[in-house]
Every structure is written in structure tokens, then in C-alpha cells.
């Protein structure tokens, strides 16, 4: 089971939910790059050959670690994407952050394509 809060997120913008890469053990999850890869499920490769991620989905850094922001509107406009990232989470035994979707929110901003 994932380890859930529910609390303002401000340090990340137009955050509705965050899967952080942390376990409910305290544990950095691997590899380290696992929230750019699974943004990247989500996503479609651009006539330039870079991936362009779902625009209510990307990688972000929270704190010290990786994390998956997804923005809000996510359950509505793209349930089985949602879902699927929630089932994610919880067998990874990921921490999930439930954020409200307050406007404005803070500076941090999620990645649109992959470098």
C-alpha cells in the first residue's frame, strides 16, 4: 500500500496529486529516473524525436528526490491515465500527496519534454 497525505503543495504549480520516489519505508525509489520514464508512458514522441509529455502529467523534483506531478483536472480529463498511475504508486508502495488545486501554487514548474 502507498503512503497517502493529503496537504497544500506549493511547491509545485497547478499540482493536483505528486507520487514522490519515496517508499512508505523511507526508502529512495530506483532507478532514479523512474518518474521521467513513467511520464514518458504517458506521452508521445514530436517530429524532432523528443518526447512531449501529457500535459497533465511530468517529472518534477521535490525536495531531494524524483517525483511524478499530475495536474489538476487529471481524474476527469484522463481517468485511465489516472488510474493507471495511482495502481503505480500504491504497488510500488510510492508516497502520494493529495494537493487541492489552489490557484497560483509556487514557483516549481513540471517538465513539458524530456532532455
Same mark, same amino acid.
Given at each position: 500500500m502507498s503512503h497517502y497525505t493529503s496537504q497544500p503543495c506549493p511547491e509545485i504549480r497547478d499540482a493536483r496529486w505528486v507520487i514522490q520516489g519515496i517508499t512508505a519505508e523511507?526508502?529512495?525509489? /530506483?532507478?532514479?529516473?523512474?518518474?521521467? %520514464?513513467?511520464?514518458?508512458?504517458? #506521452?508521445?514522441?514530436? %517530429?524532432?524525436? %523528443?518526447? /512531449?509529455?501529457?500535459?497533465?502529467?511530468?517529472?518534477? %523534483?521535490? #525536495?531531494?528526490?524524483?517525483?511524478?506531478?499530475? /495536474?489538476?483536472?487529471?481524474?476527469?480529463?484522463?481517468?485511465?491515465l489516472f488510474a493507471y498511475l495511482m495502481a503505480f504508486a500504491h504497488s510500488n508502495r510510492l508516497t502520494v500527496k493529495e494537493c487541492g488545486c489552489a490557484a497560483g501554487g509556487g514557483d516549481g514548474e513540471v517538465a513539458r519534454e524530456a532532455h
Open positions: 523511507g526508502e529512495l525509489f /530506483r532507478p532514479s529516473d523512474w518518474a521521467q %520514464r513513467l511520464a514518458g508512458v504517458a #506521452g508521445e514522441v514530436g %517530429r524532432d524525436h %523528443r518526447i /512531449r509529455f501529457h500535459p497533465l502529467v511530468g517529472p518534477a %523534483r521535490v #525536495g531531494e528526490g524524483n517525483a511524478l506531478v499530475m /495536474r489538476c483536472g487529471i481524474e476527469q480529463q484522463a481517468p485511465e
